[in-house]
C-alpha cells in the first residue's frame, strides 16, 4: 500500500520556493498580472503563457497560510500582483495568516466592502483580530454589522491593550456542567457537531459561568462513559487573567506545556481561553521586536518596503547616532592641541572606543536577553554589576596588555604603551558598567530595555574612550 | 460557588520570584543550606529559621518546571544549594526542564549512579534527550540499562543532528488499523488507560506501519460509535522526514497551527511525531541563537556563569574585534601626513566610519530576520541590493548634506564639508552593499548569517570610512 507523500513540509516549503521565483525572476509576468501588458506584448514573451499557468496551479493548490507567507516575500509590486490571483474566499483567511507589515500593501486595492466581504468568511474571534488591527478604521462598520452579543465581545476585547491576555484571548469555548456523566458529554459534542480550533480540554462551569475544572478530552475517551465530569476534571488548572502580560502567559505555556488554557476574570468568571497558536505568535513577535530594536530597526519595517518608507523608519536612529557621534568628535576637538603634538594618538584612539563597544554590546544583549527569559531579579543587580567588571577587569589587563605591548613595540614608546593599557582597562569598566545599568534602568522606568540600549552603550563607550585615552594621554605624555 | 484561584499563572511568577528574592537576598541561607554554617552560627542569624522554612514550602509546592526556572535565574552557588532541597524522584524532570546551560552545575555534585536514577523516573524519549545532551559521557552505560528495542531507538535518535527533524522526534505514538471503527478505538484507548503529552491525534497505519492518514481525538468524539476509521481520517496530514530542517518545521508548525505531525521515512513508514512542546523550545532556542550571534555572545553562556567562563567564551570575539580595530589604526597611521596637516580629520573621521556602522547593522539585522523567517529568495538578491543602496543613497545626501554643512560652519572651510559630504555618502553606500552581501554570501557558503556578521560589517565600514575620508581629504585638501 503507499504511503503519504503528497503534503510533507518539504514538499510545500518546495512549492512556495517555486512560486516565489517564478514571481521575481519573470518581470512580464507581473506586468501582466497587473494588467500593465498589451495583448501583443504578451505575445511576444515566449514563456509567459507557462508561466501564468504555473502560476496559477500553485496558488491554487498552496493553503492560506503558504500564500501568506509568499505574499511576505515578495517585493510590493509583485505582492499586488499575487493578490489579484488570490481567490475571494480565501483571501480573509490570508489576511489573517499574512502579518501586519504586509496588510497596507493587501488592502490598499480593496474597498472597504470587499474587506467586509473577506472578512466574513472567517470566524468571530478572527474577525475581531483582523478588525482591532487592519490600518484602515473598519471598526464602527463592522461593528453595525454584527448581532448585539457579539458587539460587546469585541468592545471588550478591544479594551485591551495589545500586550495584554485579554487582546488575544478567544471566545470560542466549549462549557460542561460537573454534574453530567462523560457518556452526555460525548453525546452533546456529536450534536454540536464541531468543535473550535485547538481544542484539547473542555471547561466545566457553574450555571453562573463561573470556572470549576477542565475536561481534557483524551480524560473523556479514557474513561468509561458512566464516569461523571466532576470526578475526572482537573480541578487544578493553570489559569490566567485577561491583564496578565502576553509574552508572561507565552513563557507559562513553555514552562507547563499547555495547548490552551483558561481567561477567566476576577471572580473566577470564565472569560475565554488562550490557545497555543496565539502563544506561537507572541514568541516569534516577541523575540522579533527584541532582535529589531537591538539593531536599531522599528518593528514596521520589512524587507520589501519601499525605499521611501524604509527612509522613513530609519532616519530617527541614523538622526541619533548622528547627534552621539558629533558628541564625540567634540570631545575629541577638544584635545586637538594633544593631537597636533602625538599624531599616533589619532589612528589609536578608535581601538580603545571599539573593544568599549563591542564589550558592552555584549553585555546589554546578555542582560536583555536574560530579562526577557525573566532569569533576573531586582536582588541579582549587584552581582551582576561585580561579575561584568570581574570580566571587564580580566579582559582589559590581557587584551588592554597585550595591545599596550604592540603600542610599545610600533611606536618605541613606552608611556605611550602604558596609556594605551590604561585607557583600555577603564573603557572596558565603563562599558561593563554601563551595560549593566542602561538595561536594567529602563526596565525600572518601565521601558523596553532592548529600544536604543545599544546606541546609548556605543555612544557612551565612544565619547568616553576618546575622552579616558586623549585625557591620560595630556596628562602623560605632553 | 468559589471559582479556581489557586493555580493562576501570575500566583506562580509571584512565588517564583519570592523564592528566587529569598535565595539571593539571605547570604547566611544559601550558607546554611551548603552546610558551611555551624550551628550557632545558624542560632546567631536571627530569620534564618523562618527562611528556610519558608525556601522549603516553596520548593515543596512549585512543580518541576517552575524550580527549573529558578535554577536558571540563581547564580552558581545559590543554584547548588536549592538543587540540594529538590527531592530524588523531581530531580528527574527538573532536569529535563531546565536549560543546557545549568545542567553542569546541577549535576556535578552527583555521581553518575544519583543522575541515572534521576533519568528513571522518566519515560523513554526524556530519557533519550537528556542522556543525548548532558555533559557528562553516560550514554555506554544508560545504553546498556535499556532492553534491546529502546536501544536501538536511542542509537537511531543519536544518528541525527542536532538541528534536525529526528533529533527531536518523539516515539510515544498510538497506531491505529484503518479498517476498525470508532466504537473499536475508543474501546482500545481505554484499554490503553493513557496517552503521551500532547496526544491530539492517533496515527492510522496499515500492518507494515506505512502511515495511510491521522485521526484527531476530537474526530473521534464528534462522529458515530459506528463509523469506520478510514471514513473519518485526514487522508492529506502534513508529514515531515527525519532529515527536514527543525528551524523549518517550527515555521510549519505555526503556519499550519499543528499540535502534533507525523514523521515518516523515505518509503513512508511512521518512525515517530514531533511535538508543539519541541517546536516551542526550538523557536526560543532559535531566536536566542541569533539575538546572541549578533550581540557577539556564544550560546553556551548564561548571565550566572561565573567570571572565568564568561571570559572564556567571549574571548574570541573580543579578539577579532582587537583585531580588526587594529587594522583601521593602521589604515590611519598611513595618513599621519595628511592628519598632522590639519588635526580637524581626527575628530571627524569617527563620525564617518560610526554612521557607516550603525547603517551596515540595520541593513544585517534585517537581512537576518527575513532570512529566518525564509522571506528572501535567492531571486530578490539584486531588488534587496537595490533597494538598500537606495535608502543609503538618500540618507548619505540627506544626513551627509547636513553634516557638510555643520563642518563648513564649523571650521570655516567649504572643501572641508563637501569632502565629509562626500564621505558619509561613500561610506553609507559600502555599508549598504556589505550589509546584504555578507549575510547573502554566508548562507551560500552554508553558514549561519547571524555568526559574525555584525563583526565583519563593522571592521568594513570602520576601515572603510577612515580610508575613504582621510583618502578624499589627502587629495582634495593637501
Same mark, same amino acid.
Given at each position: 500500500m503507499p504511503g503519504l507523500s503528497k503534503n510533507s513540509a518539504r514538499l510545500r516549503d518546495q512549492e512556495r520556493a517555486r512560486l516565489i521565483w517564478l514571481m521575481t525572476t519573470d518581470k512580464a509576468l507581473t506586468s501582466s498580472l497587473l494588467g500593465k501588458l498589451t495583448l501583443a506584448e504578451q505575445y511576444d514573451v515566449g514563456t509567459l503563457a507557462d508561466d501564468i499557468a504555473e502560476v496559477g496551479a500553485l496558488v491554487a493548490h498552496l493553503p492560506p497560510p503558504d500564500l501568506a507567507d509568499t505574499l511576505e516575500a515578495l517585493p510590493s509590486e509583485e505582492r499586488h500582483a499575487l493578490w489579484r490571483l488570490v481567490q475571494d474566499h480565501e483571501r480573509g483567511q490570508v489576511l489573517l495568516e @499574512? &502579518?501586519?507589515?504586509?496588510w497596507e500593501d493587501l488592502i490598499d486595492e480593496m474597498s472597504d466592502h470587499d474587506i467586509l466581504d473577506a472578512l466574513r468568511t472567517l470566524d468571530i474571534d478572527e474577525q475581531i483580530y483582523l478588525v482591532q488591527h487592519? /490600518?484602515?478604521?473598519l471598526t464602527g462598520r463592522l461593528l453595525a454589522s454584527l448581532p448585539a452579543g457579539e458587539r460587546a465581545r469585541v468592545r471588550q476585547v478591544m479594551h485591551? %491593550?495589545?500586550?495584554?491576555?485579554g487582546a488575544i484571548m478567544e471566545f470560542g469555548v466549549i462549557m460542561v456542567r460537573p454534574d453530567v456523566t462523560l457518556g452526555t458529554v460525548q453525546r452533546y459534542l456529536r450534536r454540536l457537531g464541531k468543535m473550535p480550533e485547538n481544542t484539547d480540554k473542555l471547561f466545566v462551569t457553574s450555571r =453562573?459561568?463561573?470556572?470549576?475544572g477542565e475536561l481534557e478530552l483524551k480524560t473523556i475517551l479514557l474513561n &468509561?462513559?458512566?464516569?461523571r465530569v466532576s470526578e475526572v476534571m482537573e480541578t487544578q488548572p493553570m489559569i490566567f487573567s485577561p491583564e496578565d502580560d502576553a509574552e508572561k502567559a507565552a513563557r507559562t505555556f513553555e514552562r507547563d506545556n499547555l495547548i490552551s488554557a483558561a481567561v477567566v476574570d476576577s471572580v473566577g468568571k470564565l472569560m475565554g481561553r488562550l490557545t497555543i497558536d496565539e502563544i506561537v505568535d507572541v514568541v516569534y513577535e516577541e523575540t522579533d521586536n527584541d532582535m529589531r530594536a537591538l539593531g536599531g530597526? &522599528?518593528?514596521? %519595517? =520589512?524587507?520589501?518596503? /519601499?525605499v521611501s518608507k524604509a527612509v522613513k523608519t530609519r532616519w530617527a536612529w541614523l538622526a541619533i547616532n548622528l547627534c552621539t557621534a558629533f558628541i564625540a568628535s567634540r570631545v575629541i576637538d577638544g584635545f586637538e592641541h594633544t593631537i597636533s603634538q602625538l599624531v599616533a594618538l589619532a589612528s589609536l584612539m578608535p581601538i580603545v572606543a571599539g573593544i568599549g563597544g563591542n564589550t558592552g554590546n555584549q553585555t546589554i544583549t546578555m542582560i536583555v536577553r536574560a530579562l526577557a527569559l525573566q532569569?533576573?531579579? /531586582?536582588?541579582?543587580f549587584t552581582f551582576l554589576i561585580m561579575r561584568e567588571l570581574g570580566v571587564a577587569l580580566v579582559n582589559g589587563l590581557v587584551w588592554g596588555g597585550i595591545m599596550g605591548g604592540v603600542t610599545w613595540w610600533l611606536y618605541d614608546d613606552m608611556a605611550l604603551g602604558g596609556v594605551m593599557t590604561l585607557a583600555m582597562v577603564l573603557n572596558l569598566l565603563v562599558a561593563a558598567m554601563m551595560g549593566v545599568i542602561i538595561p536594567m534602568g529602563m526596565i525600572r522606568f518601565g521601558? =523596553? /530595555? @532592548?529600544?536604543?540600549s545599544s546606541v546609548l552603550i556605543t555612544a557612551i563607550t565612544d565619547t568616553g574612550g576618546f575622552f579616558i585615552f586623549l585625557g591620560l594621554a595630556t596628562v602623560f605624555l605632553l
Open positions: @499574512a &502579518s501586519e507589515n504586509v487592519l /490600518p484602515r478604521n485591551y %491593550e495589545k500586550n495584554r491576555v =453562573d459561568k463561573i470556572l470549576l &468509561s462513559a458512566q464516569r530597526l &522599528s518593528a514596521e %519595517e =520589512d524587507v520589501y518596503a /519601499p532569569h533576573i531579579q /531586582p536582588g541579582n521601558r =523596553d /530595555p @532592548a529600544v536604543g
